[in-house]
């Protein structure tokens, strides 16, 4: 079936070339990060981890969200996703892969990476969020490829491919559930010691997730004969305007719980997020575009004329992908890390370099999602047109 | 016909790459490394172990030498002659093997190894930083 | 035409296992003789022990930045700290700071002038219940057994700073980059570190190990005391009953080893 991905027209290989550059950029400048060390990125002693972590946490939201497909169609009989569970999978796998190698370009010594495997440690948490990933990777390509294959030779995917279903459904709350673990356990960071952190990562991924996957549907019928469907594609907005809506109400809850209690250490990153601490705020503008967007992204979700409209519908998507990122991408991070344990404040800003590095592993990221698209779209032309 | 001319030259290519230290050395090997002892190495006769027992298994011994430095706070190494030694790369083996680009580089090159153990510990102890 | 190629790959695996387990048990067979079966590896006759070393720092002998100047270049210049002229990238394992800085949440109103430019000297606590520890990955960053410092292997960490986000007292530094360029006089009996691995305090084992006390503690002239914290008739112990002592966000239960005589 790979070779489904190697035939294409000039748009499709047009399109792959563009994201050629950019992985070779980001490759060039990850060799000079190896050469140099982390400290061509702007982190800093007070903020240890920054661009390459937020993407990574943002990535295993949206690998997460391609649940929302597999799950009312296996365990509900929702007839209608069956058409589109493969592309959820498919961008699952393109996401948990971006994950992995935003995690080996963040690390300081990456070559020792297999010491994680060497000496397995099961008190830390990275240590379970490497299993996690890894698994669900694999869970996804074999489910995926299996099934897509059955299809494409008109049988039934194999039985033994059933608990395998069943079990990447809860696998897929579990990696989001411990990457948020990472953070919510740790004594010192004020600012994710909360237990709604989980849920709150949940409900954003299952935002996005979903978003990027309906902007894909829209794409994909534009560019082929498939057509995911429009039952498929409301029935998706519907959950994307659920999640949302759970997302920023868990926002408002943490800020009423920090500003109504009135603990200096707990509202003081919120201030330096949406106010600015101490003569700094390079973040408030974007905090606050993110939460306007989240918003105008509930009111196009949510009543029926806007989500009907399927112009309208993908700027909504396109806008809750971009606010979500940047509340659990930039916001989440930098405001866990500012102000620091010392309660100084050393603002981050990620450098050319560090965002040159993380381009390129979007792009490989997106380059994988169009091949395996492309051949998931051939194979449902195949069979179907 | 067209498919049998370019089979032969391929195979051709590939044996000559393949077989390429065979032919550019004319059958010879490469010498082998000859390293220099100090004198004060060759005073001492006796390494930590015996020479044969260093050659193929420095790295190991170095190996348990950190983990029990490091993991186990233990600093003493009583060899099975009963003599003692600090296990510690640059104070105890560079103190007698102090010219490391006559002694530990001749054979490192050879084989084209690259330690990078010498990012940290420091490769020259006895000059004058 | 299946079978055919099918019986290749079969003997092509069983020769491969076939060449390749003689080596492999005989690399097995090497590593225990590493060891030595007549090697003994034992702790130097005159180093120091205790079940948990911690430390008592008298605020009040230090007034000023100059006071603590010696202590922390003594620190960094036996352990090849280097100094970094970009703040992002600065490596510390001990240092002065400001009462509110040194523990935030405890801030007193209204205090002396001279109190709140008082510098406080802190460092890696070497908690008994350290987060960080329980944080990495691959145990690169562990607590000692035999006298309960928290040590760092230099040899294993993968650089994900998970410890660094771990560490409520932000005791930890990161080499963003190469140090060497960096140290001024290299302390050769000590080794320097690397890009892409944390380093912190050590509690100065490598002189404890050879019956030295930690080098601030030397250089303190009897504002730092050194000693076990379960051995009653300590130091430390007897410096904790007779003042009033605190130690940094002592709420969170990390137990840190280190106190303060404010």
Known sequence: MLELALKGGKKYYGWMTFLMIFVGIGFLLYLRQLDFGLGITGLSRDTSWGFYIANFTFLVGVAAGGVMVVLPYYLHDYKAFGKVTILGEFLAISSVLMCVTFILVDLGQPMRIFNVFLYPTPNSVLFWDTIVLNGYLILNIIIGWNVLEAERNGVHYQSWLKPLIYLSIPWAVSIHTVTAYLYCGLPGRGFWMTAILAPRFLSSAFAAGPALLILCCLIIRRVSNFDPGREQIQSLAKIVAYAICINVFFFLCEVFVAFYSQIPEHMDHFKYLFVGLHGHGAYVPWMWASFILMIVGIILTVVPITRKNEGVLAVACVVIFLGTWIDKGLGMIAGGFTPSPLHEVNEYIPSLPEIGIALGVWAMGFLVLTALFKIAVSVKEETHG | ?129 | MDSSRRRILQLLGISALAATTKPVLNAFAKEEQAAGAEAVIKAGAKSLKARQWAMVIDTHKFESEADVEPLIEACHKIHNVPKLQNKNHEIKWLWGTHFHNAFPGKAARFLAEEVEHRPFLVLCNHCENPPCVRACPTKATFKRESDGIVFMDFHRCIGCRFCMAACPFGARSFNYRDPRPFIAETNKQFPTRMKGVVEKCNFCAERLAVGQIPACVEVSKGALAFGDLYDPASKVRELIRAHFTIRRKQILGTEPSVYYIV
């Open chain 2, 1 to 129: 016909m067209n498919s049998k001319a370019l089979i032969v030259t391929g195979v051709v290519i590939f044996l000559l790459i393949v077989l390429f230290p065979f032919w550019y050395m004319r059958g010879k090997a490469a010498p082998l490394p000859e390293v220099e002892l100090t004198p004060k190495a060759k005073a001492a006769q006796k390494c930590v172990r015996s020479t044969e027992y260093m050659r193929a298994e420095h790295m190991q011994l170095l190996d348990v030498w950190r983990d029990s430095v490091v993991r186990e706070s233990k600093r003493i190494y009583v060899n099975p002659d009963g003599k003692e030694f600090n296990m510690s790369l640059s104070n105890t083996c560079l103190d007698c093997h102090s010219n490391k680009a006559e002694f530990c580089d001749r054979c490192h090159n050879f084989a084209s190894v690259r330690p990078y153990c010498w990012s940290c510990h420091i490769e020259n102890p006895k000059e004058k930083s």
